[in-house]
Structures are given as C-alpha cells and as structure tokens.
C-alpha cells in the first residue's frame, strides 16, 4: 500500500487461514444475455456444483497438497471452488514459497508477501488463485457526508427517491432477497425499527451473516456504520417486502471475494440481487483479484442474480495519482452493473434538474476498463474503445442533498455512489416481484435496445477531479452516468411488457 513500511518478518507461529480457488469443472454456461428474463432458465444453487463447480478429484489434490505441508482443510465448498485452508505462517510460507511480512500504514498494520505464489506443477492447472496470505485493505465504502449548511440542506428520503424515478408501486419486493456485502462496521436493529417507523414503513427482515470472522459490529456514526446503515436503509425503504441479508467479512481481498461467492451460493437464503459498495481503482488489485472476482460475478448471472455496484466517488482517476484516467472495481466488471452519481433537483414531486454529480471534492466514478476488454453488447450498442464501460446506470448521489439515513442513534445526510448500488438492487427486487423471476444478468438487456423512456438521460457535467479532462456527459450512454437514472415502472415494461 502507499505510504506503508516494511517493520519486519511475519510471527512464523501465528496462525492464519487461505482461501484456494479451484479451477471450474465444465465449460462456460449460456448466460442467456439475449433472452428477456421470463424466457430464462437459470440454474438451480443445488445443481450448481455437480454442472460447473470444482471436481472432487481437484479438491482432493489441494487437500493433498494441504496436508504435506501441515495445513488443516478447514472448508471445501464445490459450488465456490474453494477450499479454506489453516496453517501457520510458516507453513504458508513454505507451502507457497513466498516470504511473509509486517507492514505498517496510516490506518494500521498487515501482512503483505513478497514473491510469487508457487505450486507444484501437476497442481498449476488446478489452482486459479490464492488468497489471505496478503490481509491488506482490500476496498473502501463509496459513501460521503453532506457538507452542506442547514439553511441550504436539502434532503431526499429513500421512498422520495423511488418516486421521483417512478418505481413500481404495487408490491414491496415481498419474496426477493437482497443481498448487501459490507467490509466492517454494523447495524443496530433499535436504529432500524426508529428509522423505519418515521416513514411509517413495516420494519424489513434483516439478518446478519458472518464470513472469515466478520461480525456485525456498530461502534459510532463516522464509522464504517455509515455504509451499512446507508445500504439497509435505503433498499429497505424502496422494497420494505424483501428480505435484506448482510454479509459481513473482513476488509481483506479473500475476506471479500468469500463474502460475495457466499452470497452468491447462499442456499439458506437465496438471493436474487446483491449490492456491493465497497471497491477501489483497478490498480490496486492483484490479476488473481480481479479474475476470480469477475468469474463469480458470472456465476451470479448464472443463477439469475443481479449484482449491483458502485462506480466510486472520485471521478475518472479514482483517486489515482499516475496522471491517467482509471475506473473502480468491482463496478469494471462485465457481470456486474456499474451505478454511477447524479444531481438530483425536484420540485412538486417532480425532477426539475438532473446533471453528472460533481462537487470539485468528489464525483461519480467513471471511463473505461484498463482490464476488461469491451463486451460485446456495448460494441453492438455502439460504443467505441478497447475497454469495457463504466458505469451503467446512474441514480442520486450528490451529498448535498443526499439521503437521510439513520445511524447509531443519530440522522445525516449520505450520497456518493454508496447510496446508488442499494437503490437499484431495491428496484430490481420490485421488478423482480413483478416478473414472477429474477431479472439475473440485465448489463445486456439494457443495451440491446435502450427504451424510450426507460432512463432519464443525463447530457450535462461531467466526472473530471483531477485535471484529466474526463469524462463528459452526452446523449445517449456516456462514461459518467452510463444509460442515466431509472424511470422504473418503464423498465418494468421494457422487461416484461406489464404496466404499473
């Protein structure tokens, strides 16, 4: 990490744990990407894993490999690919042949490696990735507090939101289930039953899940609290019916990649859309990261799972200092639906204005992927350049209105694209409803043949924070807000043909 410093060899005794991707059975599945989601048939959780899980006979070769060099198989999931091993650090060490080491930084202390991991060569094939013998930071929330004065605040709640872009209003999302992957903080369900109770909304079924370790934990409001409270609040206000499951792991790369194919394979739970908004700019992330990563992203799409995330908050160079424009991850990813920011104005109950959020400090997230090539349904769309686009749909983000949200006893008013990312995952659960099934892989869809109506198309402002020059809005899909923000109940109709 910048700024970090080596302090010494990692405690040889301590005791970890890593998470071994295992190589995929069978070939890529139809993700059906031309079919409207009614004429889907997606793949069932419980089938998933005989069709295009890990091979029992790979799993045996890392339990194998595991036990010649002391490591413990703690977990084996085939539909994951994973296999969860434990050891101490010296074991790893040996194991993989890295060295392992203490580094310290302005916000803590972890264990980075140095080397490339090595494997035996029978098993080279086999094993796709490695992860936690690095327990840096992984991603940060994309929320941001208002700095706007009380005279000049104003504020949207969840459910103005939802009816300024025209959700649909016949159901609750009753029947979904959301899934929200968040990398610390905590929820407190006093805070949820008084939040909801001053919308005069019914209090939605929120449970907690806990991977690696990671716990629901609220401590105070300027916290990772904020993130949490943020993402259940505002898809909970928009689709109160849904059942709002929060994965909670640690703010490492294996913490979050178990987290998200948690969700994805989640049995118990089911999830059909997931949001996630934590990320961090393309370079900050290993090739393994960002190839296992996006492979459960398709795994998703093959289980009729929508994943929402958001693009960042700081404009075309996210936060990066080389002087080049970059895009956030896992927004970047070609499975998963990239929600940028907004300036939201209304009046009435009616939008008035709405531009490419940009307050000098902070933006919108936005350009194009350095990693991923572009897909074909952009190209076809007609949209030029070698990588995949960011973002794809747009929503409010700015703070200066932001949304009221309800944290550790206390109220504030959040934007960035952290609001975004739950604000569609609560309408598509409502679509979802509607439709009968899950909407699944939409990026396609979307793309195809955009609707008349179906977003609210932003031609103003653009994304540009550090001097770049990028990106401007335009008509049409654009590299700062993607498509533009929803008219709900016309993306019911281009989805299904039913009306409010």
């Known amino acids: 990490m910048p700024g970090a410093r080596a302090v010494g060899a990692a405690d040889p005794a301590e005791t970890m744990s890593v998470t071994v991707v ?44 595991a036990r010649s060099h002391d490591l413990t198989v703690l977990e084996s999931h085939p539909a994951r690919r994973s296999v969860v091993l434990s050891g101490t650090v010296s074991a790893f060490s040996a194991a993989f042949g890295v060295e392992l080491t203490r580094y310290e930084h302005a916000d803590g202390a972890y264990r980075g490696r140095s080397g490339s991991v090595h494997v035996p060569a029978e098993l080279e094939p086999v094993i796709e990735g490695v992860f936690g013998l690095d327990d840096r930071p992984a991603a940060r929330p994309h929320f941001r507090h208002s700095t706007a004065t009380a005279a000049t605040q104003t504020t949207f709640t969840p459910p103005q939101v939802a009816q300024l872009y025209d959700f649909p209003t016949q159901g609750t999302g009753q029947g979904q289930t959301i899934a929200i992957i968040e990398l610390g903080g905590g929820y407190r369900t006093s805070d949820l039953k008084t939040y909801f109770e001053e919308f005069a909304i019914p209090l939605p079924q929120v449970a907690a899940v806990s991977v690696d370790g990671g716990q629901n934990k609220p401590t105070v409001p300027n916290s990772a609290d904020v993130e949490v409270m943020l993402d259940i609040e505002v898809a909970g206000a928009v689709a109160p019916g849904a059942h709002i499951v929060v994965y909670f792991a640690p703010n490492t790369d294996q913490g979050f990649l ?37 492979q459960a992203f398709a795994d998703a799409a093959r289980l009729g799972v929508t994943v929402c995330a958001a693009s960042g908050d700081h404009g075309s160079a996210d936060s990066v200092t080389d002087g080049a424009p970059h895009v956030d991850f896992p927004a970047s990813s070609p499975h998963v639906l990239g929600c940028g920011g907004t300036t939201l104005q209304a009046n009435g109950g009616k939008i008035t204005s709405e531009v490419v959020w940009n307050e000098g400090g902070g933006s919108t997230g936005g350009g194009v992927s350095a990693v991923f090539p572009l897909p074909d349904w952009q190209s076809a ?35 960035g694209t952290s609001a975004v990312a739950p604000l569609w995952a609560g309408l598509i659960a409502l679509i979802n409803q509607r439709l009968g099934t899950s909407s699944g892989f939409l990026n396609p869809l979307l793309y195809s043949q955009p609707e008349e109506g179906t977003f609210h198309d932003i031609t103003e402002g653009n994304n540009d924070v550090s001097g770049l020059g990028l990106y401007s809005a335009a008509p049409g899909w654009d590299p700062c807000t993607g498509w533009g923000s929803p008219d709900g109940a016309q993306l019911l109709v281009a989805l299904t043909g039913k009306g409010k």
């Open 258 to 294: 178990d987290a998200i194919t948690t969700a994805v394979h989640d049995i118990a739970n089911k999830p059909s859309v997931i949001s996630i908004s934590w990320g961090s700019a393309e370079p900050n992330w290993t090739p393994q990261a960002l190839t296992s990563f996006d």
């Open 22 to 65: 295992v190589r995929r059975r069978a070939g890529e599945a139809d993700l059906q990407a031309d079919r409207l989601p009614g004429e889907r048939s997606y793949v069932r959780r419980e089938e998933f894993a005989a069709a295009h899980g890990a091979h029992p006979d790979d799993v045996a070769a890392v339990a194998s490999f």
């Open 381 to 415: 769309a007609g949209i030029s350049g070698t990588g995949r686009g960011v973002p794809d749909v747009a929503g409010a983000a700015d703070p200066a209105t932001g949304y009221l949200v309800r944290v550790d006893g206390q109220e504030f008013s959040i934007g």
